[in-house]
């Protein structure tokens, strides 16, 4: 394995860690510096940073008293850029790329919540595609925060059993998970004439063919033509922009260099597991280091997901399940225990790997390298960049361990570290207290860190 253990040895310093020259590594103490959002603000190079105020974008002031409630004292980079570009008239389409965690969705959510009449709240103007239900949910809740001061805010999820056979979608804003939008439209429940906004979250997923690509063409050709389309994600593989370009044509774009998709704050790490089989207990021995903050660990199948929970629980740890197989409502309930810190340790698939914002994750867990195409045969790049970013969010900082155990998982890790031209941190399954020492120096700075960012959002 001595391709990927070239590219790695020493721990990167996370944001919120001394920045340390080459000699200064070879020193033993580490100390940690507090870097404050405000910070990181300034500096116009971050991608949180930018150069102007909320109130110098010409926002509506119900709105900009919205953000301010939040507590988002300045725009991200991707929301300075973005919102002068989908709030001019005539609107023009968006495609825009920002790396995880850097508040992609309060930028278009702004839009939204700009572009809408909200003296007509019942008639469907705006219309939101996610994934996943539980980031359809997501994307309301930052609505009903940044938009609490509109008098008329009006907002439906349109996710399964939200809408009753015999229902309506009347209000100005919609949220949704395309298949049951489309079902919607198709039955007549859903009058989409007078829609102004599409957005579509996690666009590259969205779009893709081989995925919800052809569930999301549908609902777009069922809308009025002229309907403004903004395209927003972490991630725009080639093969998928290309489409995104005609799906959204004449779009404005903002796109990222491959060495700038990484969030700086996470430190990716892997576990070279002796085997497959070790793989549970080096989860098990790791259990207190993810109860310092949250955690999440992913893994490929619902079944495995379920059986790693229930071997866990009875082996004495808290840990909860969340996947596709439970009802909506018990997913619901789930998430928000999480969010709420009731539980804190949560095993999940890629049903949760996109957008899910839950600020206490301070560390994720890749139990399986995440993979794609016919057999699995193909590393998954783009899962891995956003399995990774659900920690790290807006300013944190967040350690990601990756499991291999054996020459198929070694191989898809070398690959994804040349995609996104990283270098990552080994830790060694005989050394525990050298583990346990790299994980903590990481995670204690993050809780250093908590105190000085805005816990406004969604989590
Ligand atoms: N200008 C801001 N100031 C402070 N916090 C912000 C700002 N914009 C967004 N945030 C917070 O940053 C966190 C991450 O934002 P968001 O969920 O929009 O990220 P994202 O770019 O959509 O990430 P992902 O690619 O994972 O979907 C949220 O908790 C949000 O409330």
């Given at each position: 394995?001595?391709?990927?253990?070239s590219?790695?040895?020493?721990?990167a310093?996370?944001?919120?860690?001394?920045?340390?020259?080459?000699?200064?590594?070879?020193?033993?103490?580490?100390?940690?510096?507090?870097?404050?959002?405000?910070?990181?603000?300034?500096?116009?190079?971050n991608?949180?940073?930018?150069?102007?105020?909320?109130?110098?974008?010409?926002?509506?002031?119900?709105?900009?008293?919205?953000?301010?409630?939040?507590?988002?004292?300045?725009?991200?980079?991707?929301?300075?850029?973005?919102?002068?570009l989908?709030l001019?008239?005539?609107?023009?389409?968006?495609?825009?790329?920002s790396?995880?965690?850097?508040?992609?969705?309060?930028?278009?959510?702004?839009t939204?919540?700009?572009?809408?009449?909200?003296?007509?709240?019942?008639?469907?103007q705006?219309?939101?595609?996610?994934?996943?239900?539980?980031?359809?949910?997501?994307?309301?809740?930052?609505?009903?925060?940044?938009?609490?001061?509109?008098?008329?805010?009006?907002?439906?999820?349109?996710?399964?059993?939200?809408?009753?056979?015999?229902?309506?979608v009347?209000?100005?804003?919609?949220v949704?998970?395309?298949?049951?939008?489309?079902?919607l439209?198709?039955?007549?429940?859903?009058?989409?004439?007078?829609?102004?906004?599409?957005?579509?979250?996690?666009?590259?997923?969205?779009?893709d063919?081989?995925?919800?690509?052809?569930?999301?063409?549908?609902?777009?050709?069922?809308?009025?033509?002229?309907?403004?389309?903004?395209?927003?994600?972490?991630?725009?593989?080639?093969?998928?922009?290309?489409?995104?370009?005609?799906?959204?044509?004449?779009?404005?774009?903002?796109?990222?260099?491959?060495?700038?998709?990484?969030?700086?704050?996470?430190?990716?790490?892997?576990?070279?597991?002796?085997?497959?089989?070790?793989?549970?207990?080096?989860?098990?021995?790791l259990?207190?280091?993810?109860?310092?903050g949250?955690?999440?660990?992913?893994?490929?199948?619902?079944?495995?997901?379920?059986?790693?929970?229930?071997?866990?629980?009875?082996?004495?740890?808290?840990?909860?399940?969340?996947?596709?197989?439970?009802?909506?409502?018990?997913?619901d309930?789930?998430?928000?225990?999480?969010?709420?810190?009731?539980?804190?340790?949560?095993?999940?698939?890629?049903?949760?790997?996109?957008?899910?914002?839950?600020?206490?994750?301070?560390?994720?867990?890749?139990?399986?390298?995440?993979?794609?195409?016919?057999?699995?045969?193909?590393?998954?790049?783009?899962?891995?960049?956003?399995?990774?970013?659900?920690?790290?969010?807006?300013?944190?900082?967040g350690?990601?361990?990756?499991?291999?155990?054996?020459?198929?998982?070694?191989?898809a890790?070398?690959?994804?570290?040349?995609?996104?031209?990283?270098?990552?941190v080994?830790?060694k399954?005989?050394?525990?207290?050298?583990?346990?020492?790299?994980?903590?120096?990481?995670?204690?700075?993050?809780?250093?860190?908590?105190?000085?960012?805005?816990?406004?959002?969604?989590?």
């Amino acid at each position: 394995m001595s391709d990927l253990a070239s590219r790695i040895s020493q721990p990167a310093p996370a944001q919120g860690e001394a920045q340390q020259d080459n000699d200064s590594r070879l020193q033993e103490n580490s100390y940690d510096v507090e870097v404050q959002l405000s910070d990181l603000q300034q500096d116009t190079d971050n991608p949180l940073g930018s150069a102007h105020t909320f109130e110098e974008l010409g926002l509506p002031a119900e709105v900009l008293k919205g953000l301010s409630a939040m507590r988002f004292q300045k725009p991200s980079k991707v929301q300075e850029k973005a919102l002068p570009l989908m709030l001019a008239d005539p609107p023009r389409n968006m495609i825009a790329q920002s790396q995880s965690g850097t508040g992609k969705t309060a930028a278009f959510v702004t839009t939204v919540l700009s572009r809408v009449d909200h003296s007509k709240p019942t008639q469907p103007q705006a219309l939101l595609l996610a994934p996943s239900r539980e980031l359809a949910r997501q994307i309301e809740m930052v609505i009903g925060h940044i938009g609490q001061f509109l008098p008329n805010l009006a907002v439906a999820a349109a996710i399964p059993s939200s809408i009753p056979r015999d229902g309506r979608v009347d209000k100005s804003i919609v949220v949704g998970t395309p298949g049951t939008v489309m079902d919607l439209i198709r039955r007549r429940q859903f009058d989409v004439s007078q829609l102004r906004v599409l957005v579509i979250d996690e666009a590259d997923n969205m779009l893709d063919q081989q995925g919800l690509g052809d569930q999301c063409t549908r609902v777009k050709n069922m809308l009025p033509k002229n309907i403004q389309i903004l395209l927003f994600s972490a991630t725009f593989p080639d093969k998928v922009m290309k489409y995104a370009m005609t799906f959204a044509p004449n779009a404005n774009m903002i796109k990222l260099k491959v060495q700038e998709l990484t969030v700086k704050g996470i430190s990716q790490m892997y576990m070279d597991c002796p085997s497959e089989s070790d793989k549970y207990d080096i989860l098990c021995k790791l259990y207190g280091l993810m109860n310092i903050g949250s955690s999440i660990i992913f893994v490929k199948t619902r079944e495995s997901a379920t059986q790693i929970q229930q071997r866990m629980t009875n082996d004495g740890h808290k840990v909860s399940v969340l996947h596709g197989a439970y009802e909506g409502s018990a997913r619901d309930a789930l998430l928000e225990e999480f969010r709420t810190g009731k539980s804190k340790v949560l095993i999940t698939t890629n049903v949760l790997a996109r957008g899910i914002d839950v600020s206490t994750v301070s560390m994720v867990i890749n139990y399986d390298i995440p993979m794609k195409g016919v057999g699995d045969s193909m590393h998954d790049t783009e899962t891995y960049l956003h399995r990774i970013g659900r920690t790290g969010r807006f300013g944190r900082v967040g350690v990601s361990i990756t499991f291999i155990s054996d020459k198929k998982s070694f191989d898809a890790l070398n690959a994804i570290a040349h995609d996104l031209e990283i270098d990552l941190v080994a830790l060694k399954p005989d050394d525990w207290d050298e583990t346990e020492a790299q994980v903590q120096r990481v995670i204690k700075s993050s809780r250093a860190q908590a105190d000085f960012v805005p816990s406004g959002g969604a989590a």
